[in-house]
Structures are given as C-alpha cells and as structure tokens.
C-alpha cells in the first residue's frame, strides 16, 4: 500500500485560511469515508484533529475541518494562529491486510 | 485520566530482538483497535500493526511482516510488540495508539508519549 499523497509544505499569515490535501486511490480515499487527520508539534505526540473524513474530536476548535472529494481528502484550517505551524499528516483506512496508511506529511508554516 | 504509556526502547544490535509495552488506563480497554505506529527521526508516521479489541484479528505493516508480532493481554490493559531480526531501518519512535473502534478504522484519538528504539552495532 502506498502512501497517501501530501504537499511537503504550506503557509499563510495569521488569519487567512489554508487547505491541505491528501491523494490516495479508489481503494482508501475514494472507497471508505474513514480519513484522518493529525497535527504534531515538534518533539510531541500526534494529536486527532479531525477523524471519519469531517468528524472533530471534543476539544479541537472548529477552525478545523475536513472534507472529501473522489480520491482526494482535505483539511482546512481557518482563522489561522501562531500555534497552529506543525506538521499535519492524513491517514486513511484501506480495507486491505495492510488497513491503514499514511500520507508522508505536511509542514504548516504560519508567517 | 486517559491514557497510554510506552516502554521498552532502547539501542539494541541488529539482527536482535526488543519487546516494547504500553500501558493503558482511564478507558475500557477491551473495547478499543490498538496500533502501534513508528517514526524515524526527521521522517513522517508510519503505520506497524493493528491488534482488534479481542485480539481476534491483527495486522501488520509490509516492512515488518514476519518479524514483529503484536498482542494483547486485557486483563491487564496491555498491549505489545515483539520485534525480532531488528534492521538499522527499524530505528524510530515507536508510539502506541487507540483506535477510536473496536477494530482498525485508522482513527487514533489516544497516543503515548512514544519509546525510542535504536538499532545500531
């Protein structure tokens, strides 16, 4: 199973909105609204953001949301703060011996 | 509260073997997938293996099929993973993860704070 695929890097100043996308196949993304998304600070565990494509977890701000088109998932954040610069990784599950699998990251830069 | 604490890293020799453990608690932990998932340094998640609530079904990361085993023991709210014929490739931050299922739906909403296992001559 191959890796889902990330933009190495975005950014955007305080305020603004980004979208991180993340492109799999028919076979994860296009074919189970199981998507995940995470946010990790440096030297930290990876913390759920957003979970069953649109789904937020108690506790994380609702600047934070998740979509799905075809193969390709999408994580947007809004109203952009200083803390929200980490990197961001999407998770999908495949159905397959191999169920989940993970896109290579994304570093978030908040100018 | 909830949560999940790892040990059992540490530098090891290639071709040896390391069992690594996480403690769970706060939760009902026969109710939940557990995974384990690794990340070697400067590098992205990679997924390792997926245990089902009952321990009925696993599953493991092409990379290490064959060579690490995950389990469970609910009685005592444990889960590990068994790694043997350990490689330089092996060498990562090993974090444990509840899914927030019974089985593998990728979603992990609990995670350690993560083991560092090197594997080094």
């Known amino acids: 199973q191959s890796a889902l695929t990330q933009p190495a890097s975005v950014s955007g100043s305080p305020g603004q909105s980004i979208t991180i996308s993340c492109t799999g196949t028919s076979s994860d993304v296009g074919d189970y609204d199981y998507v995940s998304w995470y946010q990790q600070h440096p030297g930290k565990a990876p913390k759920l953001m957003i979970y069953?494509?649109?789904n937020r977890p108690s506790g994380v701000s609702n600047r934070f949301s998740g979509s799905k088109s075809g193969n390709t998932a999408s994580l947007t954040i809004s109203g952009l703060q200083a803390e929200d610069e980490a990197d961001y990784f999407c998770?999908?599950?495949?159905?397959?011996?191999?169920?989940?699998?993970f896109g290579g990251g994304t570093k978030l830069t908040v100018l | 509260q909830v949560q999940l604490v790892e040990s059992g890293g540490g530098v090891v020799q290639p071709g040896r073997s390391l069992r690594l453990s996480c403690a769970a608690s706060?939760?009902?932990?026969?109710?939940?997938?557990m995974h384990w998932v690794r990340q070697a340094p400067g590098k992205g998640l990679e997924w390792v293996a997926v245990i089902y609530y009952d321990g009925s079904d696993k599953y493991y990361a092409d990379s290490v099929k064959g060579r690490f085993t995950i389990s469970r023991d609910n009685s005592k709210n444990m889960v590990y993973l068994q790694m043997n014929s350990l490689r330089a490739e092996d060498t990562a931050v090993y974090y444990c993860?509840?899914?927030?299922?019974?089985?593998?739906?990728?979603?992990?909403?609990?995670w350690g704070q993560g083991t560092m296992v090197t594997v080094s001559s």
């Open positions: 993860a509840r899914d927030k299922y019974s089985s593998s739906s990728g979603a992990l909403d609990i």
């Open positions: 069953d494509v649109s």
């Open positions: 998770s999908a599950y495949t159905g397959s011996s191999t169920p989940v699998v």
């Open positions: 706060g939760f009902t932990f026969s109710s939940f997938g």
